[in-house]
């Protein structure tokens, strides 16, 4: 069973930048395709970016393509989310997600561990 903990999120400003990390605790993380997702208040939980197991290939929500990057350590068994040009509408809980699988993806039911989330605050 993965146990999966989040930490970085905090108060920013618009434009700023942010790293969240993601530990798991699992002897086989790379064998996990690892994603983000964020729930914002009174709005369902969404996909934000997920990684192949072996990293080699990364997916992305439009709203955060060419701002947000999804890099992963798996000597380390940690999962990152870089958050540049921060918006305030980035303004959510943010929530660390293991797939035990081959592939990577944007469905939430998909994932078989989640993470506490960590709140990520924009100011304009």
């Known amino acids: 069973q993965v146990q999966l903990v989040e930490s970085g999120g905090g108060l920013v400003q618009a434009g700023d930048s942010l790293r969240l990390s993601c530990a798991a605790s699992v002897r086989t993380f790379s064998r996990y395709a690892m994603g983000w997702f964020r729930q914002a208040p009174g709005k369902e939980r969404e996909f934000v970016a997920v990684i192949r197991w072996n990293g080699d290939t990364a997916d992305y929500a439009d709203s955060v393509k060419g701002r947000f990057t999804i890099p992963r350590d798996n000597a380390k068994n940690t999962v990152f989310l870089q958050m540049n040009s921060l918006k305030p509408e980035d303004t959510a809980v943010y929530y660390c997600?293991?797939?035990?699988?081959?592939?990577?993806?944007?469905?939430?039911?998909?994932?078989?561990?989640w993470g506490q989330g960590t709140q990520v605050t924009v100011s304009s």
């Open positions: 997600a293991a797939d035990r699988g081959f592939g990577y993806s944007r469905n939430a039911n998909d994932y078989d561990a």
